[in-house]
């Protein structure tokens, strides 16, 4: 009996397909797919518009899933008609492979530890890129990515542009990806993280074969066009909504006194950067722009590299009790920039002095908070200082 044969009941009960998408590739994929069944008995195979053998070679396999395009479509589009296909027959994790004979199927049962272990975690197949024949080229461009992924999402992986992996398709269903070619798997991989599912990976062979013998189909010009506009695109939103929004997350569940210890007194970080956080954290709290003061504070928070556990316990100085004696201090303040100088309130029922009292506190807000967050920054470097000599 082969030793790969007890591994199919493994899969099985994992309810975890393999997809190999192909183009092209007819002199690779029947052996291919006969290694691949010693190990995994459901197969489902994505024809994308071969007009080579490729149709003539499936033909003699029964016991596998195929889809057949017509025309190319990419391989983007190729894995999500495989991914939907194995979510209708019941699979809650899929394993993609390439058929131009770069991976390996004994590969396949590394993928399973991660399974027993109960995760649902994309598990990425590492490859050894510093071995003989690969491409300068590839070892770059995969450099590159795996530094855009890192500022897309805050995790760090070394290899981005595998094609051998393991998705949790069950627990990634509803996760809306666009792209259709081989920026998919770039995208799939920055969506999920987003998502909240884990990223890990896992070592395992690659032949690359010699220069003259490689069955490439990816086109350095488009190909690469689309990737790098997809990583801007990516990027950007990273930055401005997902990271801040990861923050945001993580700390809305602790409890304040939960951040001070665990963020705040167990770090290490400079004097003036706690004094700064707490500058800004009271400068967004008491900006007039409700309801996002944490995610945009959060952002810049991340930019310029200040603490965001210090911040994000600064900024709620805008919990409800404290929301009356800012409104009132905010108004005050306008009063006094604009020339008024006056702690009454008076506000009638007017267009005019409707526009005039928000035109004071918006003014003010902006002052007010300006102030405050420049005396309490200021304060909070004094106690540092004042602490570090008691001590």
């Keep these: 009996m082969s030793k790969a044969k007890p591994y199919r009941e493994e899969f099985k009960r994992h309810n975890c397909c393999v997809i190999i998408p192909t183009y092209n590739n007819a002199g690779c994929i029947e052996q291919l797919l006969n290694d691949v069944l010693e190990y995994c008995n459901d197969v489902i195979v994505v024809n994308d518009g071969s007009t080579d053998r490729t149709r003539e070679v499936l033909s003699a396999f029964n016991t596998i899933g195929v889809i057949d395009f017509p025309e190319n479509r990419g391989k983007g589009k190729a894995l999500q008609a495989a991914f939907n296909q194995a979510l209708e027959q019941g699979f809650d994790r899929a394993i993609t492979l390439d ?34 024949n690969v491409p300068g080229k590839n070892r770059f461009a995969n450099r590159l990515s795996s530094m855009v992924y890192r500022i897309e999402t805050g995790r760090k992986i070394k290899d ?44 395992i062979d690659v032949y690359y074969p010699p220069e003259g013998e490689r069955v490439s189909h990816f086109r350095p010009g488009m190909d690469f066009l689309r990737i790098t506009l997809l990583n801007i695109l990516l990027g950007f939103l990273g930055l401005i909504y997902y990271r801040p929004r990861q923050v945001f997350l993580k700390y809305r569940n602790k409890s304040l006194r939960q951040i001070f210890r665990e963020d705040i007194v ?126």
Excluded at 109 to 126: R, T
Excluded at 174 to 198: D, M, P, Q
Excluded at 285 to 301: E, H, K, N
Excluded at 311 to 324: D, E, K
Aim: glycine share 8%; proline share 4%.
């Design 266 to 391: 167990r770090s290490d970080t400079p004097r003036y950067i706690i004094a700064l956080s707490v500058a800004f954290g009271i400068f967004m709290g008491i900006l007039p722009i409700w309801g996002y003061q944490l995610i945009i504070g959060l952002f810049f928070a991340h930019l310029f590299r200040l603490n965001k556990a210090i911040f994000f316990i600064a900024a709620n100085i805008s919990i409800p009790p404290m929301i009356p004696g800012i409104l009132y201090l905010s108004y005050v303040t306008g009063s006094y920039v604009l020339g008024d100088g006056s702690w009454k309130v008076e506000i009638a029922l007017n267009f005019e002095s409707i526009g005039q009292n928000l035109k004071q506190y918006l003014t003010g807000a902006v002052v007010f908070a300006t102030i405050a967050g420049v005396v309490t920054g200021a304060l909070s470097y004094a106690i540092l200082i004042l602490f570090k000599r008691a001590r």
């Design 99 to 132: 058929s131009d004979n770069q991976h390996r199927a004994s590969d396949l049962p590394s993928f399973l530890k991660f399974m027993e272990e109960g995760s649902d975690a994309l598990v990425i197949g590492s490859r050894q890129l510093k071995q003989e």
């Design 160 to 203: 981005t542009q595998s094609g051998y992996r393991l998705y949790p398709i069950r627990a990634m269903a509803g996760t809306r990806l666009f792209s259709g070619r081989y920026e998919f798997e770039l995208e799939a991989l920055v969506k999920a993280s987003w998502r909240g599912i884990e990223v890990r990976e896992t070592p």
